[in-house]
Nanobody
Framework: QVQLVESGGGLVQAGGSLRLSCAAS????????IAWFRQAPGKEREFVAA????????YYADSVKDRFTISRDNAKNTVYLQMNSLKPEDTAVYYC????????????????WGQGTQVTVSS
């Protein structure tokens, strides 16, 4: 099993940037695909980005592609989400999660989740 803790959220102006971190403990992160999901009030949980075990493959939702970048440092057991050109519609609680299966973008396929970090983008 693995424990995940997100950090780096906050309040930013539209057009600004934030870098989220997902720190893991309990097991080495290199055995898992890691994804970021987000959930806004009254909305369903939404896939944001994912990265493969080695970091070779990345995946992005169309809504964040070319603005967000996911990366990982397995030596530090940490995954990052660099968010640039933020928009008010990016406002949500952001969660990181792990899986080992073939399905990348579906929340129900992920077994371990962090507690979330709030991102608020003002206009």
């Amino acid at each position: 099993q693995v424990q995940l803790v997100e950090s780096g959220g906050g309040l930013v102006q539209a057009g600004g940037s934030l870098r989220l971190s997902c720190a893991a403990s309990g097991r080495t992160l290199s055995t898992y695909r890691i994804a970021w999901f987000r959930q806004a009030p009254g909305k369903e949980r939404e896939f944001v980005a994912a990265i493969s075990r080695t970091g070779v493959s990345t995946y992005y939702a169309d809504s964040v592609k070319d603005r967000f970048t996911i990366s990982r440092d397995n030596a530090k057991n940490t995954v990052y989400l660099q968010m640039n050109s933020l928009k008010p519609e990016d406002t949500a609680v952001y969660y990181c999660a792990t899986n080992r299966g073939p399905v990348v973008r579906v929340a129900s396929e992920y077994e371990y989740w962090g507690q979330g970090t709030q991102v608020t983008v003002s206009s």
